[in-house]
């Protein structure tokens, strides 16, 4: 596709249940962030992926958040036992190479809402 | 670790004035310093970058400069107009990813 996609766009779910957001970044980009926005707040990062390089993990809140990458193509970020905390807008961003020679390009984001 | 900090948090300005936003970065090895725009409902957009070997850079309205010295960066937006009204967010490199500010909610009104 011509930019990153994310589905999906809005996700309502109980507190305690699982949740999996999707990223497909733009294909060739061999580089895929996440990142979490909470209502009016920056931007917070979470997970980078980059090639078949080990993932820079650094910012992933706890043990429930965990996210993989099948090659150079989609991620999925996964949210066990979800919080309501955990609500907020999780952004996915590719670039691409590593190295920030290009800068990154946003999806639209999904909405997480845990009630 | 770096931290980024951004102000102001709101500005509101007349159509046709200029807005400034400023934003300060910890970490000396910082060297990419984007410029994001934020518009209801969307991901950020990229809208100028600059890096650290160079202290200006314009394109059309907007201007971003840098001060590595007191680790300081500004945007500049002259002549604005109401749909420049978005969240702004500043980031600094770290290694290889992006360190955000906390965004600047800018309003232009006509």
């Known amino acids: 596709g011509a930019g990153v996609s994310q589905s999906p766009s809005n996700k309502v779910t109980e507190k305690g249940k699982d949740v999996e957001l999707r990223c497909d970044p733009i294909s060739g980009h061999t580089a895929l962030y996440w990142y979490r926005q909470r209502l009016g707040q920056g931007l917070e990062f979470l997970i980078y992926f980059q090639g078949n390089s080990a993932p820079d993990k650094s910012g992933l809140p706890s043990d429930r958040f965990s996210a993989e990458r099948t090659g150079e193509s989609v991620s999925t970020l996964t949210i066990q036992r979800t919080q309501q905390e955990d609500s907020a807008v999780y952004l996915c961003?590719?670039?691409?190479?590593?190295?920030?020679?290009?800068?990154?390009?946003f999806g639209s984001g999904t909405r997480l809402t845990v009630v | 670790g770096e931290n980024v900090e951004q102000h102001p948090s709101t500005l509101s300005v007349q159509e046709g004035d200029s807005a400034v936003i400023k934003c300060t970065y910890s970490?000396?090895?910082?060297?990419?310093f984007p410029w994001y725009k934020q518009e209801l409902g969307k991901g950020p957009q990229l809208i100028i970058d600059i890096r650290s070997n160079v202290g200006e850079k314009k394109d059309q309205r907007i201007a971003v400069t840098l001060n590595k010295t007191a680790k300081h960066f500004s945007l500049h937006i002259t002549e604005t107009q109401p749909e420049d009204s978005a969240v702004y967010f500043c980031?600094?490199?770290?290694?290889?990813?992006?360190?955000f500010g906390t965004g600047t909610r800018l309003q232009v009104f006509p």
């Open positions: 961003a590719s670039s691409p190479s590593g190295g920030l020679d290009y800068g990154y390009t």
């Open positions: 970490d000396s090895a910082s060297n990419y």
């Open positions: 980031a600094a490199s770290k290694t290889d990813k992006l360190i």
